[in-house]
């Protein structure tokens, strides 16, 4: 669903991420961790096609992202570390915005439109203007906007930036749920426990480099560390850093 073949990317003499392969599977939470600078953001902009790989390709759902801009963000959504609303639209005008963007029609716009209201629990302020809203508020407009039309991709940066814990868990829970029913589901996260809790598989990069990739028991058993994920994030990056 997601492929990164061979790609690079600089700013100026910089390199951002250096020769990044990799391979996202329909069905699977795709956890991208590493420290602050390390190419997370970079990358998911690759993906999404926000910025152009100076080496390499990157497609989503077969999609060439640089040729087939249309198609491949037709089958995707991205969430951004920072919300964005229009603060002159309610919470429900920029579902209804999100729905006609993707050609959601009628009683079907209409009904994801509250199915995503109900699911996180937005009816307390969905009607009142954006503006008003607090950072966790906005957060939760933006995940139920990204979720409206079933992408077959989500992409997330820190997804649980402002949210409470209820909130937490119940994007927790539908993920899961996406993940089952087959939607790719790729997130950069600082919080570890949350990569631990639903990823199937965990990146590491650092300093550009893609320097770990398994299942949370394969990197145990890379880093030698038999604990939590923030432990073996530590031992991995470290020794990565030598």
Known sequence: MISLKNVSKYFGKKCAVRDLNLEVEPGEVFAFLGPNGAGKTTTIKMITGLLRPTEGAVSVCGY?????????????????????????????????????????????????????????????????LAESYSHGMKQRVVMAAAMLHDPRVLVIDEPMVGLDPRSSRAVMNIFRERSKAGTTIFMS???????????????????????????????????????????????ITEGAGV
């Open 64 to 128: 060439d992202v640089a040729k087939q801009a249309v198609l491949s963000k037709s089958t995707m959504s991205y969430v951004p570390d920072q919300p964005y609303l229009y603060d002159k639209l309610t919470g429900r005008e920029f579902l209804k915005f999100i729905a006609d963007l993707y050609r959601l029609e009628g009683d079907l716009a209409e009904f994801k439109v509250q199915q995503m209201v109900d699911t996180f629990e937005l009816d307390e302020f969905a009607d009142q």
């Open 189 to 235: 996260t600082h919080t570890l426990s949350v990569a631990e809790d639903v990823a199937d598989r965990v990146g590491i990069i650092d300093k550009g480099d893609l320097v770990a990739l398994g299942t949370i028991d394969q990197l145990r058993i890379r880093s030698r560390v038999e604990g939590r994920l923030e432990d073996v994030f530590l031992a």
